[in-house]
Nanobody
Framework: VQLQASGGGLVQAGGSLRLSCAAS????????MGWFRQALGKEREFVAA????????DYADSVKGRFTISRDNVKNTLYLQMNSLKPEDTAVYYC???????????????????WGQGTQVTVSS
């Protein structure tokens, strides 16, 4: 599976963005998926994950209530709706495939593979 994230940009604090992750090769419908982010000089951190069907989700505490992960298996696309954005949300955002079957506690980068090219999100204060 080859993934490409898009939808990033510059937004003011309190604003919203929707990220997309599309597969240029392969199908996403068989896989649980996740979003991670990496701020400059920091380690890559977990943001959200979703089961293959979309019925199961998991969020980092820092984004819970503000971000929503979803997927459209017909369109072969993963989404991350980000609302009430804060300057500390500034980072490069990556999508990836969760290894193995759905695990709602898979929050380490090593739990994922097939990382897509990231998309930059910048939130100004």
């Amino acid at each position: 599976v080859q993934l490409q994230a898009s939808g990033g940009g510059l937004v003011q604090a309190g604003g919203s963005l929707r990220l997309s992750c599309a597969a240029s090769e392969g199908t996403l419908s068989a896989y649980a998926m996740g979003w991670f982010r990496q701020a400059l000089g920091k380690e890559r951190e977990f943001v959200a994950a979703i089961s293959w069907s979309g019925s199961g989700t998991d969020y980092a505490d820092s984004v819970k209530g503000r971000f929503t992960i979803s997927r459209d298996n017909v369109k072969n696309t993963l989404y991350l709706q980000m609302n009430s954005l804060k300057p500390e949300d500034t980072a490069v955002y990556y999508c990836a495939v969760q290894a193995g079957i759905w695990n709602n506690n898979a929050r380490k980068p090593g739990d994922y593979h097939s990382w897509g090219q990231g998309t930059q999100v910048t939130v100004s204060s």
